[in-house]
């Protein structure tokens, strides 16, 4: 792959580092930081995330990174919380206002029959819509989620996946992705969306 | 349902090399905390949990060193328990890039700890342990300090009040080890197990009795469980995982088949 610069926003939370060392198996230069120029400059920015929402957004805000995310044009991969964060809200610490880069608002994951939360675990991809990101990533195939909240199934769904409903599990808008779950922790299924990311969505 | 049963070996960690054989003593080096833990991945585990024996009785922190080599290296989630005490404990092994933090006796000692670690990295990284035996009046109670028989201590509160009460501190998994089955290889104590089940409303994972293949199955249709925990079966070979995904997935269970194997 070509050694194309990887910013991975530091919002804060923990876990962080995963994402960065799944980056350098794949031959990418990730730094982890919060300076808006080393943002601004990189080829591929990714938000990552694993805390709560307000938190979050609260850590985003504070370090100015609110303007910085709406004004990227390279793409940008929201991935957990991150991906969360895209969207306009969610229903997270009793509501909490996201960036808005994709339409929609997240909800809390109803417990049911069979239906545990924190949804945790190995669930299956169903590819709803054809994308450079989902590259060779066909339906069935399983990636691992943890999270209790989650966007439902919209317009800017490209695979889902169900537990008790159906959730998106890797979104679009535009020049944004998003996946719900942890490439980072999903084996080739993840490898291969972290590659796409860096070699099949286009740059512009 | 489309949800994975997940398999989840146990690896016991001793300065930063993979060990078995009792907890005090007559440690085995088994090899390298890395080169196992890519094999086990290899093989198509869906999870690992590394338990520090060294960290746990002797009141030290996890040396975060190899957690880092682990994160490093490994594309699968993985969790970390013992000598977890502390929000600040939690935070040097998550960010050294843990998915998962374990809690066992120091949650018995002071149950805020678990609200504390859910407040500060959310209900998906707070994994409770607990270590439960069937007392003479038939009830379920829970244990602490089972490190070693000698410190080991019972404690008044059942098992099944315990499972309710950490879910409300914020525990976002439990795991449940039933010391009467643990080591025996009869097969996990699918009663206690589906006890605890109706109670759990968060990921619950069986721990302690597994044996053969069969045990997992029965584990997993019976008790309804949402992942099984072994270490021994596992380590000795006696049940390859790519066979036991194989058995479960005949057995109409819905288990991640990975490479090597047919998907």
New interface residues.
């Given amino acids: 792959m070509s050694a194309r610069t990887v910013a991975l926003v530091d919002s804060g939370g ?2 962080i ?2 994402v960065s ?2 980056l ?2 794949l031959g990418a230069r990730a730094a982890l930081t919060s300076d808006p120029a080393t943002i601004r400059a990189a080829d591929r920015v990714v938000l990552p995330g ?3 929402a307000a938190a979050g957004m609260e850590r985003l805000r504070a370090g100015g990174l609110v303007e910085v995310l709406h004004e990227l044009e390279q793409p940008l991969l929201g991935v957990c919380l991150g991906m969360q964060l895209l969207f306009e809200s969610s229903a997270e610490d009793g509501g909490v206002a996201c960036l808005g880069l994709i339409p929609g608002a997240v909800v809390r994951i109803p ?1 049911g029959p ?1 239906v ?9 991809l169903e590819v709803l819509r054809p994308d450079p990101l989902l590259h060779g990533v066909a339906s ?3 990636a ?1 989620f ?3 909240y989650a966007a439902p199934v919209g317009s800017t769904t490209l695979a889902s ?3 008790g409903g159906d959730w998106s599990a890797v979104v679009r808008s535009g020049n944004r992705w998003g996946a719900q779950f ?1 490439p ?5 299924v ?2 291969r969306l972290l590659r796409n990311f860096m070699t099949e969505v286009s740059d512009d | 349902m489309t949800l994975a049963r997940r398999i989840i070996p146990c690896l016991d960690v001793r300065e930063g090399r993979v060990v078995k054989g009792t907890r005090f003593r007559d440690h085995v080096d088994m090899g390298d905390i890395v080169e196992l833990a890519g094999r086990y991945r290899d093989e198509g585990a869906d999870e690992l949990v590394f338990y520090d024996i060294t960290a746990s009785p002797e009141g030290r922190r996890v040396d975060v060193g190899w957690v880092t080599r682990v994160a490093r290296e490994i594309d699968i989630p993985f969790c970390v328990a013992g000598g977890i005490r502390s929000v600040e404990d939690a935070r040097a092994v998550l960010h050294a890039g843990a998915d998962k933090i374990s809690v066992n006796t120091p949650a018995t000692q002071r149950p805020a700890l678990v609200s504390e670690l859910a407040s500060a990295f959310g209900v998906q990284c707070v994994v409770v342990g607990v270590d439960s035996l069937r007392d003479d009046d038939g009830q379920w109670r829970i244990r602490q300090l089972t490190g070693s028989p000698e410190a080991t201590r019972a404690l008044s509160t059942t098992t099944l009040e315990w499972v309710r009460r950490v879910q409300e501190l914020g525990a976002g998994e439990i795991v449940l080890n039933c010391m009467g089955s643990d080591g025996v290889r009869a097969g996990y104590d699918i009663e206690q197990l589906s006890a605890v089940r109706q109670v759990c409303h968060v990921p619950l994972i069986a721990s302690g009795g597994a044996g053969a293949a069969e045990h997992f199955a029965a584990v997993f249709a019976t008790a309804d469980v949402d992942g099984a925990l072994a270490a021994s079966v596992f380590h000795s070979g006696a049940v390859p995982i790519p066979a036991l995904k194989e058995q479960l997935h005949d057995a109409g269970l819905v288990v991640r088949r990975t490479a090597g194997v047919r998907r």
């Avoid at chain 1, 545990?116 to 299956?124: C, D, I, K, L």
């Avoid at chain 1, 980072?184 to 080739?188: C, F, G, L, N, V």
């Fill in positions: 923990t876990n580092g995963s060392y799944a350098e198996r694993v805390g709560a417990v069979g545990r939360v924190p949804h945790m675990g190995w669930n299956a069935g195939e399983r691992y943890v999270h209790s996946t169900r537990h942890h980072e922790r999903s084996a080739d993840g490898a």
